[in-house]
């Protein structure tokens, strides 16, 4: 028992017994309550289990019902269905776009990510409220208007477009308009998990390590990485977690053609658009298998950044 | 001597010291250069899209009769939703912190699966299991339920997407919290409920809010499990953003980036909000 706890207690049984203080009477007091409350026990077991189960039950209703009932529907014409979807050439190329482009904008996102927490948490900078204020701006976008944002500037009549166009890339329904959209939502994770564990590192280690003659990146690699690394990780794969699933903006700016730029979740919205039942199930299930993956990763890292 | 003195007992020129100049303005550049790009530059062309015709234009766009029904839709599922995590995610939070029961580690990781599973999935899902033609879908629409291409699947699907908000707010708040009072409270004959309402919910409701407001947030936004969910029919299911979706697809610009702005709009004042809530705890804290 905590000292302000027992005091609290003191001051309580204090207030109960109209002012005897006497140490006998507060112990018998304290005896008594407990007595109080373990005849209470059975009852209070009672409703305790009531709210685990009311709590376990929904959890279960909404989460696990759900994703039984894909992996179910996924195999309702048996398992070698189930495996020519997944293995089909659309489904693997989407796959494989899927994952490159994760990669790619969760590599992206981590190097600037970097950059903007450390100017966050370190740089004395009079636009730094503004940059805060922005950061936040990819959780308030819904995905769809994200990628509406990208066709205004690279669309047909796009702000952007004519420099694009000079310089032979096609944005908009193209590779790039993906990337670009993917990092978009994915931006605020690293620099939201990095910015808290950065400014608790001591900067004076880091002036150390400078005075005795490390170079910037000697500095940043040997003593401010290893400090920061869990929560950086942790970020990193929220990032990839978030990429890998996004799906309004992606539907918006791909052109969703099958082989090219179709994303895993852009040939499941296909796959339900021509009633292919089981081959959006199975890639379902593939996705929601990998996410559990990744939230495993996640967990991992969330712990360690929590015990650093 | 008197150089390392100064060193000691002024800490702010090592700091400024860490990195060279060239170093800092490099890092300051790209920070400002990349969100320059990846978030001003789009925004700036949504806004100047939307309100290039006027205001006028921009109030005839939302309160056009199918943009607003929409609007309503989304703003009421948003409200229905956010109502019922309120309630179930400081029960689930209050069950995770104070109760220990067998499979409690395992429930804890499960509750941050709508943040890994990707939200088109959990359409997916929640058509494999109420759809018309599965077997709790059919048993439920022989009872006049009908789930999915209804407001009910819309609310389904919003319900598991913002599931963990709450709990995740409440939690460690709870865990902070001594129970050392609520026992004190109980043990002087209060009910559970009285010492819940005397004692625990005052110190967890700004958290409550917290959680609250992000998961309105999250709602409103909501695309890849409600265009799947929802059948999206105009004037009933069609909710804003799919609305906003529809708009693009079929050109017509300007209409899409109104309702966009709104959307936007409203989002992030509530994050701006839960910000400022958050910033005010903290420095409470200090001065404590």
């Not at chain 1, 929220?238 to 996004?246: M, P, Q, S």
């Amino acid at each position: 028992m905590s000292q302000s706890e027992a005091l609290l207690r003191a001051t309580e049984a204090e207030g109960a017994t109209q002012g005897e203080t006497s140490g006998s009477s507060l112990t018998a007091l304290r005896l008594g309550g407990e007595g109080r409350s373990r005849k209470r026990g059975p009852s209070s077991r009672v409703f305790e289990s009531i709210l685990i189960s009311i709590a376990v039950l929904y959890a279960a209703g909404l989460l696990i019902a759900p994703l039984v009932a894909i992996v179910w529907g996924s195999l309702a014409e048996g398992i070698n269905a189930f495996a020519s979807q997944v293995t089909s050439a659309d489904a693997l190329s989407s796959f494989k776009l899927t994952l490159i482009m994760a990669a790619g904008a969760t590599l992206i996102n981590t190097v600037f990510g970097l950059c903007i927490a450390w100017v966050l948490v370190r740089d004395k900078f009079w636009g730094r409220r503004i940059i805060n204020g922005l950061v936040d701006m990819p959780f308030a976008v819904s995905p769809v208007i994200a990628g509406f944002m990208l066709i205004l500037l690279f669309g047909r009549t796009g702000w952007l477009t004519h420099i694009t166009e000079a310089l032979g890339i096609k944005v908009v329904f193209a590779l790039p308009g993906i990337l670009l959209a993917t990092i978009f939502i994915s931006l605020p994770f690293v620099i939201r998990e990095v910015a808290p564990v950065l400014s608790q590192v001591n900067p004076d280690q880091e002036s150390a390590a400078h005075t005795m003659g490390a170079s910037p990146l000697q500095t940043f690699w040997h003593v401010t990485l290893p400090a920061i690394r869990w929560g950086l990780l942790y970020g990193v794969s929220l990032t990839f977690a978030r990429a890998v699933g996004e799906i309004g903006a992606v539907l918006v700016v791909s052109g969703g053609v099958s082989r090219l730029t179709e994303t895993s979740t852009l040939f499941i919205f296909r796959s339900l658009d021509d009633r292919n039942y089981v081959g959006a199930n199975a890639m379902s299930v593939v996705l929601a298998a990998m996410s559990f993956l990744i939230l495993i990763v996640i967990e991992f890292f969330k712990k360690r950044t929590e015990e650093h | 001597m008197s150089a390392e003195q100064t060193h000691l007992n002024d800490p702010a020129p090592l700091a400024t010291r860490s990195a060279s100049p060239w170093g800092r303005w490099g890092i300051r550049s790209a920070a400002v250069i990349y969100l320059g790009f990846i978030v001003v530059l789009p925004l700036s062309a949504i806004l100047r899209n939307g309100l290039g015709g006027g205001l006028a234009a921009f109030w005839s766009d939302i309160l056009n009769p199918t943009a607003f029904a929409a609007l309503k839709l989304t703003l009421t599922m948003a409200v229905i939703v956010t109502l019922i995590n309120a309630v179930m995610g400081t029960l689930t939070a209050y069950v995770l912190v104070r109760y220990p029961f067998p499979g409690r580690g395992l429930f804890n990781t499960i509750i941050d699966m709508p943040f890994a599973i990707p939200t088109l999935v959990t359409g997916v899902m929640l058509v494999a299991l109420y759809g018309p033609q599965r077997t709790l879908g059919a048993w439920l629409t022989s009872h006049g339920i009908q789930v999915i291409f209804a407001t009910p699947g819309v609310v389904l699907a919003l319900l598991v997407i913002t599931y963990p908000f709450v709990i995740r707010t409440v939690q460690p708040v709870l865990m902070e919290t001594e129970r050392g009072q609520e026992e004190a409270a109980y043990t002087l004959g209060a009910s559970k409920w009285t010492t819940f309402r005397r004692v625990v919910l005052p110190a967890i409701s700004p958290a409550i809010i917290t959680g609250s407001l992000l998961s309105f947030a999250r709602a409103l936004g909501e695309f890849g499990s409600v265009v799947v969910v929802a059948g999206n029919i105009p004037g009933r299911t069609l909710t804003a953003p799919v609305y906003v979706y529809g708009q693009i697809e079929s050109q017509n610009q300007r209409g899409a980036s109104s309702m966009s702005i709104l959307l936007l709009g409203l989002s992030f004042a509530l994050i701006l909000l839960v910000e400022w809530m958050q910033s005010r705890k903290d420095t409470g804290h200090v001065a404590i």
